[in-house]
């Protein structure tokens, strides 16, 4: 038996799956997991379930549908259609009706928890994984503390939900940190709109390992919404606000990070104002902050990057407040509590699906979930907004072998952490697609069990058939 250090724990309990991870993917493989039949307990470090659609106020859920809209079913049609619900009943007043997309992430947090209830999950909240212990080529048990103590789980299969690939690390599994240095060749190669620049095929990433920056969205009312839309996503120069560099230079946040002037562009920490319709007539969901060289899976930079962030949002709310039009009368009305992490560490499986054959629509013979999102990959080196282009085909695929562990035979991974590469991430990190991956690692926990096999060797065909019988659109 292997172990990162000895932890003394009478506290002892058995299941048949843990997952590790209370966001959209390990809620998803919960519950998928526990209505397949496995007793499955639920490891969440904080207090909600949702993840960044929860707390982090990343709402509405996207990868729902293909390019041509045919939805892709499963647990993401499940949730949206019982959240939207909600969300028009207790959250909008009767005169807003049915104000753009009503998703509420209180809401979601609620329908998550109420599902994972539903079907006998068992959610240890405020529980946060410390140590994994692997036997003969399998996780054997995975340590967790909580209020409590130290508490030593056993199972049969584990899906790491963490986001960061907290459990692929701990147990000593293959893995890889942000970029390859192919990224702008294989967006060459497949002619992606790669950048706004004129010298795109030119631009390289110099190093690997680059990783995509954080941010933390927050919320706005008292917005002219109608108005505040016309500089929505775009470059803006300082004429198109009518004020100078001067001007610009005399206000407050001049100089704070991402606000320091380069160019003729005004300087935003995305280079760009980013609004989306939020759940009322007057509401605004922003996500304009933007912090470089951050791995979230690194203790030190994690909370770099979370006091930079907060230090951030007051600055890019007052200059909503003073420069954009729309915003005039705006006032916050609630942030994100969490930090927003892109990408850090991800599984390196049996399979690393690459972003040639997302962005081409490739089709596997063991494909569990689709997705459709674009090549979204927000440069990690901070010269443009963002990087990539829209993709060739209908969806792309994602096959069960990049869910599955190439040293533990019953470990899987879902979300964020699945074994892609970057620019592949880019598009499989979009909460649609976690949903449908942790859907398709809860239900093949579920039949390693009624087969007795490890789950990472389950019979694709027999997966599949009971994803389809599920609702998923495979």
Known sequence: MSSNYNISTNRKIECDTVVIGGGVAGCAAAISSARGGAKTILVEA????????GIGLVTPLSSTSSKSGE?????????????????????????EGNRGYPVSPHILKYVFLKKCMEYGVDVHFHSMLCDAETRN???DSVIIKDKSGFLQISAKSFIDASGDADLILLSGDDNTLGSEKDV???????QLDINHSNNAKDDKYE???????????????????????????????FGDLGITKERFNSWEFAGTTGFQIVSENIPTPQNRVLVTLGRHQDEAVVNMSRILNINGGNAEELSRGEAQAQLQLIAIVDFLKTFIPGFENAYLVETSSR??????????????????ELINGASFEDTVCRGYYIVDIHDPRGRHGAIGGHLKKDYFEVPYRSLCSNKFTNLLACGRCISVDHVAHSATRIQGTCILTGQAAGCAAALAVKTNTDVCD??????????????MII
Not at 184 to 190: A, H, K, P
Not at 213 to 232: C, I, Q, T, W
Request: glycine residues 12%.
């Open 46 to 53: 904080g207090g909600t379930l949702g993840g960044q659609a």
């Open 71 to 95: 939805r892709f079913g499963g647990l993401t049609d499940e949730i949206i259609k019982e959240v939207i619900a909600l969300t028009k009943k207790y959250v909008f007043s009767n005169e």
């Open 137 to 139: 080529g399998k996780v």
């Open 184 to 190: 702008f060749e294989q967006l060459v190669e497949n």
């Open 207 to 237: 190093d690997e390992h680059l990783m995509q920056p954080v941010s933390l969205f927050f919320v706005m009312r008292g917005v002219d919404v109608k108005k505040a839309s016309e500089l929505n996503n775009k470059k803006l120069v």
């Open 339 to 356: 930090l927003g992490i892109r990408e850090s560490y991800r599984l390196r499986g049996r399979y690393v699906l690459s972003g040639s």
């Open 458 to 471: 389950v019979d694709t065909n027999l997966l599949t058939q009971q994803l389809k019988k599920d609702g």
